[in-house]
């Protein structure tokens, strides 16, 4: 069974930074899967902000593309996702994920809220 630890969410003001963390335990072959943060907003559904596979590749959704930046390290089983220049719209809970043999596992969520 997939378990993830979660941190780094928190209320902060517009233009302001924010980084997360997850790390993730209890199968060998995680550090061969794509690990990535999702989020959703109140009455949204749930989208990708970003992944990354075990040898680096990155994707971004195209909302947080060029604020937003995401780091593995595989050693630990944990990605980092620094946030930059935060918008209001970016508030909601981020999730982390990842998938192992065609099953999506998902973490239990952290609220980023940005508000003045």
């Known amino acids: 069974q997939v378990q993830f630890v979660e941190s780094g969410g928190g209320l902060v003001q517009p233009g302001g930074s924010l980084t997360l963390s997850c790390t993730a335990s209890?199968?060998?072959?995680?550090?061969?899967?794509?690990m990535g943060w999702y989020r959703q907003a109140s009455g949204k559904q749930r989208e990708l902000v970003a992944n990354i596979s075990s040898g680096g590749e990155t994707n971004y959704g195209d909302s947080v593309n060029g604020r937003f930046h995401i780091v593995r390290d595989n050693g630990k089983n944990t990605i980092y996702l620094y946030m930059n220049t935060l918008k209001p719209e970016d508030t909601g809970v981020y999730y982390c994920?990842?998938?192992?043999?065609?099953?999506?596992?998902w973490g239990q969520g952290t609220q980023v809220s940005v508000s003045s």
């Open positions: 994920k990842t998938n192992l043999d065609d099953r999506d596992y």
């Open positions: 209890g199968s060998i072959f995680i550090r061969f899967s794509v």
